[in-house]
C-alpha cells in the first residue's frame, strides 16, 4: 500500500468493532466488551498471526500517527461527557455511610493487592528505568478502577437500577472512581514530570491551580453562557464551539502538566451545569461519533500495543496473579463494606460483583500507564486480559449471588444515558 491506509483502516476498524460488538450483545455481554475484544482480534495476536502480510501493510508504522490523534480525540470527547453526566445517584445522602464503607474498601482491598502482587511483577514486567514504587502504586490504581457506566447499563437491564443493592453499587463507584482517579493522577504527576520529587510537586501544584481556575472561574462562566445562549438545553454552533474550546483547552493544560488529557477533558466536563437536557444534547452530537467512530480507533490501537509474548514463559503465572488481585480485591473488599453496612452475605457479594465491572474505564487507565511508560507491552496485554474477562463475569456473578429476581421497572423510566452506559 504506497498510498495512505487510513480510509480502509476505519472500514476494517469499525467493521471489526460492530460485528465483535453484535457477537457479544448476542450472549447477554454488553456491547463495548465485544469491541474492547476487536482490538486484541485487529492486533498482532490474531490478524497479526493469521494475515502477517495484510496486517504490516494496514498499519503501517507511518500510519499511526493519523490513528493516534484520531483515537486521542475520541478519548478526550468521551471523557468530557462523562464528566457532564456526572451525577450523585438517588439516594445517595441517605445512604452515604454505607456508599463510603463499600467504595472505600473496594478501593482499599485490590490497591493494596495490587501493592503486594508487585514484587513478583516488577522485576519482569517493569519497564526499564521505571523505580518498584511507582510500578506498584500503578498496580494498586489499576487494580481499583470500577466503570460506572457499564455498572449502571447492567442494573438497568436487570430491573435493578432502583433496589437497594443497585442504588448502593451506584453511589459506592461514584466515590471509589473519584479515589482511584486521584491515585492515578498523582501516579502519573510522579514518573511523567521526570524530575522526580521536586517535578511531582511542580505537576501536583499546576493540577491544584487548574482545578481552582476551572471550577472558580471557568464553572460560572460557562453556566452564564448557557444560561444566555442555551437556556433550553440546546447549545448553538458558537456555544458548542466554545465548549469545544473549554475542553480541548483544558485537556492540553494537563497534557503540559504531564498528566494525561483525558484528566484536562473530564475537570471541563464536570464543571459545566447539571443539566439533563445539556446531556442529552451533547450525546447526540458528539459522544454518538466518539462512540462510534473514535472509540474503536483507540480500541485498534491498544490491540496493536498487545502482544503474544505476554502469555508465554511466566506470562499464564502473572496473568493469574493479576486475575486473583482484580478479583478477589474487588469483590470481597466491596462485599465487606456491605455487610458491615448490614446487609445480607448474598447481597453483599452481589453488590461487590457489581464494583468488580472495569470495562473500558480500564483500558483508559492502562493507556495512560503505557503512555507514561510506567509499564510495558506485555503487562498491557495482561492487564486488557484482565479488564475484559472481569467485566464479563460480572453478570453471572450477579446472577448467582442475587438473593431473588428484581421487579422490572416501569417501561416509562427515561434513559439518562445512551451508548456511553455501554462502557
Same mark, same amino acid.
Given at each position: 500500500m504506497s498510498h495512505s491506509p487510513l480510509l480502509l483502516q476505519l472500514v476494517v476498524i469499525l467493521a471489526t468493532a460492530r460485528l465483535c460488538g453484535l457477537l457479544l450483545r448476542h450472549v447477554g455481554q454488553p456491547p463495548v466488551i465485544g469491541e474492547m475484544a476487536a482490538g486484541i482480534v485487529l492486533g498482532p495476536i490474531i490478524l497479526g498471526s493469521v494475515f502477517p502480510q495484510f496486517h504490516a501493510e494496514l498499519f503501517t508504522a507511518d500510519s499511526l500517527p493519523a490513528l493516534s490523534s484520531l483515537s486521542m480525540l475520541?478519548?478526550?470527547?468521551?471523557?468530557?461527557?462523562?464528566?457532564?453526566?456526572?451525577r450523585a445517584p438517588q439516594?445517595? !445522602?441517605?445512604?452515604?455511610?454505607?456508599?463510603?464503607?463499600?467504595?472505600i474498601l473496594s478501593v482499599l482491598a485490590p490497591m493494596a493487592l495490587g501493592i503486594g502482587i508487585a514484587p513478583w511483577l516488577h522485576p519482569t514486567l517493569a519497564p526499564e528505568g521505571v523505580g518498584f514504587w511507582p510500578f506498584a502504586l500503578f498496580m494498586a490504581a489499576a487494580m481499583s478502577i470500577t466503570a460506572f457506566p457499564i455498572m449502571a447499563r447492567i442494573l438497568k437491564e436487570r430491573g435493578m437500577t432502583h433496589s437497594r443493592i443497585g442504588q448502593l453499587s451506584l453511589s459506592a463507584a461514584a466515590i471509589a472512581d473519584v479515589f482511584a482517579w486521584i491515585m492515578l493522577a498523582l501516579v502519573v504527576a510522579l514518573i511523567g514530570s521526570g524530575d522526580g520529587y521536586a517535578g511531582f510537586a511542580k505537576t501536583t501544584l499546576g493540577l491544584v491551580v487548574l482545578c481552582a481556575v476551572v471550577f472558580g472561574a471557568l464553572?460560572?462562566?460557562?453556566?452564564?453562557?448557557l444560561r444566555r445562549y442555551a437556556g433550553d438545553g440546546q447549545p448553538s454552533g458558537m456555544?458548542? %464551539? %466554545?465548549?469545544?474550546?473549554?475542553?480541548?483547552a483544558c485537556a492540553a493544560t494537563t497534557q503540559w502538566l504531564h498528566l494525561h488529557p483525558v484528566f484536562g477533558a473530564f475537570l471541563f466536563g464536570a464543571c459545566l451545569p447539571r443539566d439533563d437536557r445539556l446531556l442529552k444534547s451533547l450525546i447526540e452530537r458528539l459522544e454518538h461519533v466518539a462512540i462510534?467512530?473514535?472509540?474503536?480507533?483507540?480500541?485498534?490501537?491498544?490491540?496493536?500495543?498487545?502482544?503474544?509474548?505476554?502469555?508465554?514463559?511466566?506470562?499464564?503465572?502473572?496473568?493469574?496473579?493479576?486475575?486473583?488481585?482484580a478479583v478477589l480485591g474487588k469483590v470481597l473488599g466491596g462485599a465487606a463494606g %456491605? !455487610?458491615?453496612?448490614?446487609?445480607g452475605w448474598r447481597d453483599s457479594l452481589a453488590v461487590g460483583s457489581l464494583m468488580n465491572a472495569r470495562a473500558l474505564m480500564e483500558l483508559i487507565v492502562i493507556k495512560v500507564g503505557l503512555d507514561a511508560g510506567l509499564i510495558g507491552q506485555e503487562l498491557f496485554t495482561?492487564?486488557?486480559?484482565?479488564?475484559?474477562?472481569?467485566?464479563?463475569?460480572?453478570?453471572?456473578?450477579?446472577?448467582?449471588?442475587?438473593? !431473588?429476581?428484581? %421487579?422490572?421497572?416501569?417501561?416509562?423510566?427515561?434513559?439518562?444515558?445512551?451508548?456511553?452506559?455501554?462502557?
Open positions: 475520541g478519548l478526550v470527547l468521551f471523557m468530557f461527557i462523562v464528566g457532564v453526566e456526572l439516594g445517595v !445522602r441517605a445512604q452515604f455511610k454505607s456508599a463510603g464503607w463499600v467504595g464553572r460560572p462562566a460557562f453556566a452564564w453562557l456555544v458548542l %464551539a %466554545a465548549l469545544l474550546i473549554g475542553v480541548f462510534i467512530v473514535l472509540m474503536p480507533i483507540f480500541f485498534a490501537l491498544a490491540g496493536l500495543n498487545t502482544t503474544g509474548d505476554a502469555f508465554v514463559g511466566a506470562g499464564l503465572g502473572a496473568l493469574a496473579l493479576i486475575m486473583a488481585a %456491605a !455487610r458491615i453496612s448490614g446487609f495482561l492487564l486488557l486480559v484482565m479488564a475484559i474477562a472481569t467485566t464479563v463475569m460480572t453478570g453471572p456473578l450477579l446472577s448467582l449471588f442475587s438473593a !431473588r429476581p428484581a %421487579a422490572p421497572q416501569p417501561a416509562a423510566e427515561p434513559a439518562r444515558r445512551s451508548s456511553a452506559n455501554e462502557n
